[in-house]
């Protein structure tokens, strides 16, 4: 099915702008799921995962708003699962930890503020910095979003040693390569050889020797954007939901092989493209049809398309 309508992705991809968003976010998504695979645990233990958010700005809380939902879908898609899963976050902007104590606070990061019962239990204060919350937290993740170069520093590498994670994972998501949080090599050499490290920008590999590789997984937009396009497509649906975008990020955190991501790998080859690109694109027409979104593409209807994505 894929293959037979995918000559109309160029053609049509004007009308599927609204992807673009999505998929940055999606792609983050399936970072973060992969790094629980990577953890020796299945992707459903991800609502457990704690993270540090460094970057409160439309990227960071874009993805952090997403990883939320991801989360509530998986408790059970409800409020009280909605809430459960804000408590897994802390956001540290240029003024420190957000908490609910800050004046003019930005109505976008407001859900994601801390409140003053649960950071004074924790050691943390309005305004904390990056590495007072790393100790405290302990996280399971660090991401960074904050477009600042270098902002993961020796204090806050050395800080996420003690990670309550068996393997913690550090995202240094913002590009150009310039602004990167931090580099491969700073991260395996300060932290260890057992993490997991993602870039938004392109690092090379790292020896760590013996044998042994640091792999750098880049988290390319290009792994989901042409299938979560391909798919909404097809499946004639007006929106991107939550779900069909959750999909297409659980379908690429699931392509890798157990081997690969016990690794270090979370995110495949670029030479594999055309293939995940298949079945993000199937993962997204089944979605639709699941939520009843599907229109029909054509002269297929939702009935057909439900036969066709299997």
Not at 42 to 67: C, E, R, T, Y
Request: neutral net charge; aromatic residues 6%.
């Amino acid at each position: 099915m894929v293959d037979r309508w995918s000559g109309h992705v160029l053609t049509e991809w004007a009308i599927l702008g609204r992807v673009t968003v999505r998929g940055t976010a999606g792609v983050a998504i399936a970072g973060l799921l992969g790094a629980v695979r990577a953890q020796g645990k299945p992707m459903i233990d991800f609502p457990k995962q704690k993270i540090v958010v460094a970057g409160a700005g439309s990227a960071g809380l874009g993805v952090v708003n997403a990883a939320r939902k991801t989360m509530k879908r998986m408790l059970g898609n409800n409020e009280s699962a909605f809430d459960s899963a804000r408590s897994q976050f802390w956001v540290v902007d240029a003024k420190g930890l957000i908490t609910e104590a800050r004046d003019n606070i930005d109505s976008d990061a407001l859900p994601f503020a801390r409140k003053i019962k649960e950071i004074d239990r924790q050691g943390l204060r309005e305004g904390a910095s990056l590495v007072e919350v790393v100790k405290q937290v302990k996280p399971d993740v660090l991401l960074g979003l904050s477009a600042v170069g270098g902002l993961f520093s020796k204090e806050v590498l050395e800080a996420l040693k003690d990670s309550t994670s068996t393997r913690p994972a550090i995202f240094a998501m913002s590009n150009p390569t310039k602004n990167a949080e931090c580099t491969p090599e700073e991260a395996f050499s300060i932290v260890g050889d057992n993490i997991v490290f993602a870039s938004g920008s392109p690092f090379k590999d790292v020896d760590l020797g013996n044998g042994h590789i640091g792999h750098c997984n880049q988290g390319n937009n290009m792994y989901l954007f042409p299938g979560i396009g391909l798919g909404t497509l097809l499946s004639g649906s007006r929106i991107v939901s939550d779900g069909m975008l959750q999909a297409a990020a659980e379908c690429l955190a699931a392509y890798m092989t157990e081997e690969e991501v016990l690794r270090g790998i979370i995110y495949p080859k670029i030479s594999s493209i055309r293939d995940i690109t298949k079945k993000i694109a199937a993962a997204v027409v089944r979605e639709a049809i699941e939520e009843d979104l599907a229109e029909g593409y054509r002269d297929i209807d939702a009935r057909e398309l439900s036969k066709l994505s299997q």
